[in-house]
């Protein structure tokens, strides 16, 4: 796997374009230190590129105009012509030396990753996300690293970046938009992985919240920028006003965002790319997106400029159509939805027709609720009381209920104290379930006050 060595420097000027870095990257891999000069063509250039031949006339349209600019910037020397495409050249301006105290550092990417960016199959400009990739990679940071748990000795380093998308961004003359574009691309072709955080970092006292930076790699140090980005929060050192929340989901829509951008751009080249997970997730991020601006467009004057610019905000989901695991997801949703409103249903049911309880039937005596508690139930000796001419809700008479061991006698009005015998109750009886030995007695609203009710038993 060869190894190409770039200058900081170059890759990170501005005044560059993405094709002269690009040629700068190709001719770096041709360049030999023990040759005074080199034979140079185009073809070369772009075999080093794309490791075959097979490139749009536009592209090596771009080529050519892009070597003949580092001719005039000085970083070649163009000795001879031997025709249209076959050059004689110089390349010792190529040559460099790192010098931390001169400020020269270098960034190591290999071919096979040149290879690799250069023909992916994008609508996206292809040199500009290597140019991209490059910058990506010399933001690594050389002396931060982590230790393998496994080896208490061992310490794995220059493997993880934690830089801004803005600076990114200054670095390669592009936009931040762009940035993101580019990071979606290289992450699906796993060429670099992004850690994003699940905590933020807030302010006590103002309540702002500061996210902390991706940590980033090459996608082969996976496991290492995971284990780093973990024991980096776990050990940063916040200020007193600071305290650690968990992190909202705005990273992770952003990212479903690019997705959904990236399929209405070009759906057959990068359906592929993605996850099932992934495009559920999409799906699921655009489909409420959706559903919260249809609720707001029910609140607000049709014909406004506020309700132009939501319309405006409704995606377009008929791609989704096409999207097999998308399709099964809304199915399995539809289906669970279903299946819960017939059960509704079926409960709803059942409770209707246990409700049937038949004719009513009338009773022949209208209880009260205390009258219907000394009723008889199932089970009880068919002697018990009989209740007869009850009092009833509108009689002014004072009911009196009788009871004697042979029955209750009731009687509305005035109250003739019956016959009996008073039994002996110094008589011995050692069949306490046997004969009752209670005397009969007369209970009367005037008279409950003054009964004892331990003396009755």
């Not at 002269?20 to 250039?45: F, G, I, M």
Request: include cysteine.
């Amino acid at each position: 796997m060869k190894k190409l060595f770039l200058n900081n420097a170059v890759i990170r000027d501005t005044n560059l374009s993405d094709y002269e870095v690009a040629v700068y990257v190709a001719l770096r891999s041709l360049y030999d230190s023990q040759k005074e000069l080199q034979y140079v063509t185009y073809n070369s250039v772009v075999f080093e590129l794309y490791k075959n031949l097979q490139i749009s006339r536009r592209y090596l349209n771009h080529i050519k105009f892009a070597l003949n600019s580092l001719v005039k910037n000085g970083l070649i020397k163009k000795i001879d012509s031997i025709s249209a495409t076959e050059f004689i050249v110089d390349m010792s301006g190529l040559h460099f030396e790192q010098n931390s105290e001169k400020g020269v550092f270098y960034t190591a990417i290999t071919l096979e990753e040149v290879h690799r960016i250069m023909n992916i199959d994008t609508k996206k400009d292809n040199f500009a996300i290597l140019r991209y990739f490059i910058v990506l990679i010399s933001s690594i940071c050389h002396d931060k690293g982590t230790y393998d748990h496994s080896d208490c000795y061992g310490a794995h380093t220059d493997f993880v970046g934690f830089m801004t998308l803005d600076t990114l961004a200054d670095w390669c003359g592009t936009t931040k938009a762009r940035i993101i574009e580019y990071n979606s691309i290289l992450e699906t072709e796993k060429m670099i992985y992004t850690y994003r955080h699940n905590q933020n970092k807030k302010d006590k006292k103002t309540g702002q919240i500061m996210s902390f930076s991706n940590h980033y790699g090459r996608y082969e140090d996976k496991q290492w920028i995971i284990q780093f980005a973990n024991e980096y929060v776990a050990t940063y050192n916040l200020k007193e006003t600071e305290t650690l929340v968990k992190a909202e989901k705005f990273k992770i829509n952003k990212r479903f965002a690019a997705i959904f951008n990236l399929l209405v751009k070009d759906f057959d080249k990068y359906i592929d790319n993605f996850s099932d997970a992934e495009l559920i997730g999409t799906y699921k991020y655009i489909h409420n997106k959706n559903l919260c601006n249809e609720k707001k467009l029910r609140e607000i004057e049709e014909g406004t400029v506020v309700y132009d610019d939501i319309i405006g905000k409704i995606k377009n989901e008929d791609l989704f159509d096409d999207i097999p695991c998308v399709v099964d997801y809304v199915n399995r949703i539809a289906d669970k939805k279903r299946s819960m409103e017939k059960r509704k249903q079926n409960l709803v049911n059942i409770d209707a027709a246990n409700d049937n309880w038949g004719e009513p039937v009338s009773m022949e005596h209208d209880f009260c609720i205390e009258e219907i508690l000394d009723l008889p139930t199932e089970g009880e000796v068919q002697n018990e009381p009989t209740l007869t001419n009850i009092d009833r809700i509108g009689h002014n008479d004072l009911c009196k209920v009788v009871f004697t061991p042979f029955g209750v006698e009731s009687k509305a009005g005035d109250y003739k104290e019956p016959d009996y015998k008073e039994p002996d109750y110094m008589e011995t009886n050692t069949d306490t379930h046997g004969e009752c030995n209670h005397g009969i007695f007369c209970v009367t609203g005037k008279d409950s006050d003054y009964i004892d009710i331990d003396d009755l038993f």
